[in-house]
């Protein structure tokens, strides 16, 4: 039987999503892209990434499609923002265009998919990298595999990629000793689940054995995080716990996460003091409100199936 999403739990989700978009909303154009960036960066990961992570959490919400009219209106337009930071997809195109192995272009490119966003160059490109052996035999971890996989059933490519035998490979899969685990590892653990189960859209995505296995220790995860205060981590494991087949959504977690944010909706990434600065409270905790506008939206749209 699978266990009910409680209202206090639904309460703080919402308030939790609601507020996460608002600031990411409010504050869009602190992760534009500098003029002048290329499709070659120097250091993709200090905006290029964080611009995607902005789409991903724009891009379920509108899937999931709980949020209020307004908050979808936002959303929506946190997408158009988005796709014209990537010049609409050439961006993108031109990146894995002269990046053949690289995989963050069809990743990049799967959300603006899920809402509606197409390029054709970049479409026909995608599709002709789906057949070059060298793309298919790249070394990556087996996490990073199943990103890739999801990404391209998103896209529409045709894939043969084994998820079952994908999800064996990772730490998860072996349903190794819980206490055996750190932070590096836990993030990949969250991640494992969050590409088997497309970000809760397909619970039975993930295998029942390693569910049960989540359920089972997925409470234990959260109170050693909570304990030391990476709440960025904490935050993920709700996202976890919501995407599960039987979800594990425990109301003191969540109202706890709820309790650490701020008026304006910044969600901390750790316990550490909070710069006054706007740019570097964006840079410091950009991630940190995109997951708990996932971590919301997905618990939301997991009670009202069970409603």
């Excluded at 197409?118 to 057949?131: F, P, T, Y």
Aim: charged share 25%.
């Amino acid at each position: 039987m699978t266990t009910t999403i409680s209202e206090p739990v639904t309460r703080a989700a919402r308030g939790m999503a609601d507020r996460a978009l608002s600031w990411l909303h409010a504050n869009r154009d602190l992760g534009g892209l500098p003029p002048g960036t290329t499709e070659t960066m120097a250091d993709p990961d200090s905006v290029y990434k964080p611009l995607g992570e902005t789409t991903l959490a724009a891009s379920l919400i509108l899937r999931d499609g709980v949020a209020g009219p307004g908050r979808l209106a936002a959303a929506q337009s946190l997408m158009d923002f988005t796709w014209e930071q990537f010049r609409r997809g050439d961006m993108i195109y031109e990146r894995q265009l002269r990046h053949t192995l690289m995989t963050d272009p069809l990743e990049m490119y799967a959300p603006f998919v899920r809402c509606g966003y197409r390029h054709e160059a970049l479409d026909r490109l995608l599709v002709h990298r789906s057949r070059v052996r060298s793309v298919s035999s790249v070394e990556v971890l087996p996490n990073r595999r199943l990103a890739v996989a999801n990404a391209a059933r998103v896209v529409g490519l045709d894939h043969t990629e084994d998820l079952k035998a994908l999800a064996g490979a990772t730490w998860l899969g072996a349903r190794p000793e819980p206490w055996a685990i750190n932070w590096i590892t836990a993030y990949a653990m969250t991640h494992t689940v969050f590409h088997l189960t497309d970000w809760g859209g397909n619970p039975g995505g993930l295998p029942p054995e390693l569910s049960d296995y989540v359920h089972t220790w997925l409470p234990v995860w959260i109170d050693i995080w909570r304990e030391v205060g990476q709440w960025d981590l904490v935050t993920e494991l709700l996202v976890v716990g919501a995407s599960i087949e039987e979800p594990y959504c425990r109301a003191e977690d969540w109202e706890a996460v709820a309790a650490l944010q701020h008026e304006d909706g910044l969600v901390p990434r750790d316990s550490d003091p909070v710069d006054d600065d706007p740019q570097r409270r964006f840079t410091d905790h950009q991630h940190t409100v995109v997951v708990a506008a996932v971590a919301g939206s997905i618990a939301l749209a997991r009670s009202a199936e069970q409603r």
